[in-house]
């Protein structure tokens, strides 16, 4: 009696993996299960945004648990949320299940959300099945149940996919009927002026149907051959494929190489590079570094910066803050996200981190492994670079 409770200590000694995240999915808190789930060590996933999800879920089921999180961020109603591990091979039973327990505040929302982690056993595979026919209903009820989970996820990803191309594509789309028919009622229009109107919206609409054309290639199409990258070679193309316009700092160390598609790195770098020219006053920084067991890249820019409170919400879909829509109209809402996406798909992570003036956006990937002697070779390395154009 009176005996107080040490909870850190008993969330530590739960067995199954759990955590806390706050209203925006930023990590708050993790026990020992979870970062044995991840394999990865706490100070990489405290303070950041989600990914954290078991070890083997494919990236369409890495959204799938997002997603549900931010429904329940949203509603303050739980949810229980089946997985499927590609680790496997398909004779074993097992299954995640993710269940997600909103933390209310006195208003009855979300102020934050526990998630815990669990293996399920589907149904009738408890035991070891007989061999013969009995033995081969339960293996094909288990390829049944893969199957179904995987049409879910693909479901959930065209559902998402046409309210994020809906909801895009009709501000450009008004704007030109508005422009038309002001232009037919109206026999003194000025034509070059509609025309020139007209333009830019149809611009506009060019850029977000790549964005969408891009997002639906992340979700449906097969992913590209993975290759050996070296970063600071591909910041040194790209920069001389598509210099900004803005005055360029580089500090680019040598043999920083990860494994990945660098058609979709190089995809990556460019949105970070046109969200950083869009926003910056004079220059933009490109540091590319080596943090075992990390390789980093990061893009400076010196313009208004980004509020805390905004760092997570700019790569939701859609969402731009209120000084982003005032200074510049242009962009489509998806690059960053787009960016992001591209990051986690390589086991990587893109965040904005703290700097004194301006946005510092940075890219974490793993550090591929040295080849063996006679093995694959790493890309050409190219020269050390410290400069500063324009």
Same mark, same amino acid.
């Given at each position: 009696?009176?005996?107080?409770?040490?909870?850190?200590?008993?969330?530590?000694?739960?067995?199954?993996?759990?955590?806390?995240?706050?209203?925006?999915?930023?990590?708050? /808190?993790?026990?020992?299960?979870?970062?044995?789930?991840?394999?990865?060590?706490?100070?990489?996933?405290?303070?950041?945004?989600?990914?954290? /999800?078991?070890?083997?879920?494919?990236?369409?089921?890495?959204?799938?648990?997002?997603?549900?999180?931010?429904?329940?961020?949203?509603?303050?109603?739980?949810?229980?949320?089946?997985?499927?591990?590609?680790?496997?091979?398909?004779?074993?039973?097992?299954?995640?299940?993710?269940?997600?327990?909103?933390?209310?505040?006195?208003?009855?929302?979300?102020?934050?959300?526990?998630?815990?982690?669990?293996?399920?056993?589907?149904?009738?595979?408890?035991?070891?099945?007989?061999?013969?026919?009995?033995?081969?209903?339960?293996?094909?009820?288990?390829?049944?149940?893969?199957?179904?989970?995987?049409?879910?996820?693909?479901?959930?990803?065209?559902?998402?996919?046409?309210?994020?191309?809906?909801?895009?594509?009709?501000?450009?789309?008004?704007?030109?009927?508005?422009?038309?028919?002001?232009?037919?009622?109206?026999?003194?229009?000025?034509?070059?002026?509609?025309?020139?109107?007209?333009?830019?919206?149809?611009?506009?609409?060019?850029?977000?149907?790549?964005?969408?054309? /891009?997002?639906?290639?992340?979700?449906?199409?097969?992913?590209?051959?993975?290759?050996?990258?070296?970063?600071?070679?591909?910041?040194?193309?790209?920069?001389?494929?598509?210099?900004?316009?803005?005055?360029?700092?580089?500090?680019?160390?040598?043999?920083?190489?990860?494994?990945?598609?660098?058609?979709?790195?190089?995809?990556?770098?460019?949105?970070?590079?046109?969200?950083?020219?869009?926003?910056?006053?004079?220059?933009?920084?490109?540091?590319?570094?080596?943090?075992?067991?990390?390789?980093?890249?990061?893009?400076?820019?010196?313009?208004?910066?980004?509020?805390?409170?905004?760092?997570?919400?700019?790569?939701?879909?859609?969402?731009?803050?209120?000084?982003?829509?005032?200074?510049?109209?242009?962009?489509?809402?998806?690059?960053?996200?787009?960016?992001?996406?591209?990051?986690?798909?390589?086991?990587?992570?893109?965040?904005?981190?703290?700097?004194?003036?301006? /946005?510092?956006?940075?890219?974490?990937?793993?550090?591929?492994?040295?080849?063996?002697?006679?093995?694959?070779?790493?890309?050409?390395?190219?020269?050390?670079?410290?400069?500063?154009?324009?």
């Amino acid at each position: 009696m009176g005996a107080t409770v040490d909870y850190q200590a008993a969330f530590e000694a739960l067995p199954c993996p759990c955590m806390l995240l706050t209203r925006e999915l930023v990590v708050l /808190a993790v026990n020992d299960a979870c970062l044995r789930m991840t394999g990865q060590e706490r100070d990489e996933v405290v303070g950041r945004s989600l990914p954290v /999800a078991p070890r083997g879920l494919s990236a369409a089921g890495a959204a799938k648990v997002r997603a549900s999180l931010e429904r329940v961020a949203g509603t303050g109603v739980g949810e229980v949320v089946p997985l499927l591990r590609h680790d496997w091979a398909p004779p074993d039973p097992r299954h995640w299940r993710m269940t997600s327990a909103p933390v209310l505040d006195p208003s009855g929302a979300a102020k934050g959300i526990i998630v815990v982690f669990g293996q399920a056993e589907v149904a009738g595979a408890a035991e070891e099945p007989d061999a013969g026919a009995d033995g081969l209903l339960h293996q094909a009820y288990r390829q049944e149940q893969q199957k179904v989970s995987m049409l879910h996820e693909t479901i959930e990803h065209q559902q998402r996919f046409v309210f994020d191309a809906a909801h895009d594509l009709r501000n450009p789309i008004t704007g030109l009927l508005t422009e038309l028919e002001d232009a037919l009622s109206d026999p003194g229009a000025d034509l070059r002026r509609t025309l020139r109107s007209l333009h830019r919206d149809a611009e506009r609409l060019n850029e977000i149907v790549g964005d969408l054309l /891009a997002l639906a290639r992340l979700y449906t199409a097969p992913p590209p051959g993975v290759e050996l990258v070296d970063l600071a070679r591909l910041v040194v193309e790209e920069l001389g494929a598509h210099p900004p316009s803005a005055a360029v700092v580089t500090r680019l160390e040598e043999d920083v190489v990860v494994r990945a598609s660098q058609v979709r790195l190089a995809r990556l770098l460019s949105n970070l590079v046109a969200n950083a020219e869009r926003h910056t006053t004079t220059t933009i920084e490109f540091v590319v570094a080596a943090t075992p067991p990390y390789a980093v890249l990061e893009i400076i820019d010196d313009g208004p910066g980004i509020p805390p409170e905004d760092r997570e919400r700019i790569f939701h879909r859609l969402y731009r803050h209120d000084q982003a829509r005032t200074l510049d109209t242009g962009g489509s809402g998806f690059g960053l996200p787009i960016a992001r996406e591209i990051a986690h798909a390589y086991g990587g992570d893109l965040f904005v981190a703290d700097h004194p003036d301006g /946005a510092r956006f940075v890219l974490r990937l793993p550090l591929a492994a040295r080849p063996e002697p006679g093995g694959e070779e790493a890309p050409d390395r190219p020269l050390s670079r410290s400069a500063t154009s324009s």
